[in-house]
């Protein structure tokens, strides 16, 4: 019989576990803690629960931790980690530190269905979505995972086409009896399903960013096919509808491709597109894939769109390009050996 994950369970399902098991139900608070604050590996480190009682939960569960198989270290510290999950499949995550913080990008799917043309991962096709315990396992498996202070759901997949099992591994990250954190500590990339993004702003209080990539729908299109079901216009009128005035952050990502959508026509019409939002704008530079066309824009394309943007009254970044010697970096992430 395959063990139950206890890693992913919430209290209330924890407390109908012992309850079935015939245990004391304050054994689930106790399990919460073990699993979520000590962090444990098995049930028998769990040494304020008896002998007896902890044979019992053992036939039914385990702790459901995962090493990764894999570690790639970049020269600038980066690390990507491959992970197996169900079905004999493997995702990908990646940490990142930077001065006081390590942000952990968490994987959401296996493959993305969404095929992005810039993006490796979308080549993979769809192959299946995680589990509250696969996603919550990337966090507390990684290394140094206890100096952890942020999380992007910017991985592989579309967090948004996992919407239940991402938003049960972050009840669970900001939970008293998990982890506790802030969810001003978690951030979620979307390329923009308007339902679940409704449903996002409604059911949690974590920062959104929204991958943008091109102001001119024709254009955005033929990058991002999701443009014909879901239109960065929509999207705008959607999120002006909501009260951004709760810290929470509102943020668009713009990958500059040389050429493309780096002039500053893009710029302007960036500009009028989300002109009176209270955002931000991360521009970002494009990561040459395997059999791509697309080339990077020049640091100096990138500067000048970042200052008439700057200059609009916006605040405009260029994001530091991170682990892209380990395929870590934004787009690149397919579990494939290169």
Known sequence: MNQQHLLGMTLTELQEAVTELGLPKYAARQI?????????????????????????????????RVEPVDIKTSVDGTQKMLFPVKNGKFIESVNIPEDERL???VSSQVGCKMNCSF????????????????????????????????????????????????????????????LAW????????????????RRFLAESKCHLAISLHSPVSSQRETLMPIEKTFK???????????????????????IMFDGLNDSLLYARELSRLLAGLDCRVNLIRFHKIPDSDLSPSTEETMVRFRDFLTAKGFTC???????????????MLSTAKI
């Open 232 to 254: 960065a216009a929509d999207i705008i009128e959607l999120l002006r509808e909501h009260d951004w005035s709760h810290q929470r952050r509102l943020s668009f990502e713009y």
């Open 119 to 178: 993006c490796m991962t979308g080549r993979m096709g769809f192959l299946g979505s995680l589990s509250a315990n696969e996603i919550l396992n990337q966090v507390y498996s990684v290394p140094n995972a206890e100096s952890i202070t942020n999380l992007v759901f910017m991985g592989m997949g579309e967090p948004l086409n996992n919407y239940d099992n991402v938003m049960k591994a972050i009840e669970l990250l900001t939970a008293d009896y998990g």
């Open 317 to 331: 970044t260029i994001r530091a390009s991170r682990g892209e010697d380990i395929y870590a970096a934004c787009g």
């Open 32 to 64: 919460a803690d073990w699993v979520y604050v000590k962090r444990v590996r098995s049930i028998d480190e769990m040494t304020n629960i008896s002998v007896r009682n902890r044979d019992i939960l053992k036939k039914k569960f385990d702790v459901g």
């Open 182 to 197: 802030s969810p001003k500590r978690i951030t979620l990339s979307t390329i923009g399903v308007i339902p679940n993004i």
């Open 103 to 105: 942000t952990i990008c």
